[in-house]
């Protein structure tokens, strides 16, 4: 298997320039995760889904932030307008039951 | 919003020496999960345990869980070089959401 794959791995954008992640779970999990990784605030659950439902979004940081799972083998997380603070490290994790499994990130830094 | 806070932030010990890491959360629980991340990578899994369970063991891995203090503890005995990473503890409460603290950074001397 080749694991939760994340793309693209690095990101460099301008403020105000949309930017999209992109994730691809384990085929046959059926929950999703994204994190946000900053040195201040740690990892930040920001949604999560549930057999590609969204149960909880609270953390997201505001209406700049969108994501979607349209499919059980694909999710993305989309920013737009991006700002500088949004720099951080972009983790997608997938479960099948309570274990998560990680991908390996992408590096977003808004310039 | 952090859920566990993990204690110390960071440690540094001799190789072979034993390492232990706390967690304490704030709400009730489903599981309590260990994982570890090396410079750049994504988390890895490293144990669970449930909330009616109090000790679990892996290898060198020994966790431990007071649910009546709402704390975890996570030992990692004969240290190797290859242990050095942070350590997060994570947790599983009834609605699935899974919540992280901020870590333990260990750092192995040889």
């Known amino acids: 298997d080749a694991g939760v794959i994340q793309s693209p791995r690095h990101e460099v954008t301008e403020m105000g320039q949309e930017v999209t992640l992109r994730c691809k779970p384990i085929?046959?999990?059926?929950?999703l995760f994204w994190y946000r990784q900053t040195m201040m605030r740690g990892l930040e659950l920001l949604i999560y889904?549930?057999?590609?439902?969204?149960?909880?979004d609270s953390g997201m940081p505001e209406d700049r932030f969108s994501a979607k799972m349209p499919n059980a083998s694909f999710s993305t997380l989309k920013i737009q307008p991006s700002e500088p603070r949004d720099s951080a490290v972009y983790f997608c994790?997938?479960?099948?039951?309570?274990?998560?499994?990680f991908g390996s990130g992408t590096q977003l830094s808004v310039l | 919003s952090q859920q566990g806070e993990e204690d110390p932030q960071a440690l540094s010990i001799q190789e072979g020496e034993n390492a232990t890491m706390n967690c304490s959360y704030k709400?009730?629980?489903?599981?309590l999960q260990w994982y570890r991340q090396n410079s750049g990578r994504g988390l890895v899994h490293l144990i669970l345990?449930?909330?009616?369970?109090r000790e679990k063991h892996s290898g060198r891995l020994r966790v431990t869980l007071d649910t009546s203090k709402k704390s975890s503890s996570l030992l990692i005995t004969a240290s190797r070089a290859a242990d050095t990473a942070s350590y997060f503890c994570?947790?599983?409460?009834?609605?699935?959401?899974?919540?992280f603290g901020k870590g333990t950074r260990l750092h192995i001397l040889p």
């Open positions: 994790a997938s479960s099948l039951s309570e274990k998560l499994f």
């Open positions: 085929s046959g999990h059926n929950s």
């Open positions: 889904f549930n057999n590609n439902v969204p149960i909880d």
């Open positions: 709400t009730s629980i489903n599981n």
């Open positions: 345990i449930r909330s009616n369970e």
């Open positions: 994570a947790t599983e409460s009834r609605d699935d959401k899974i919540i």
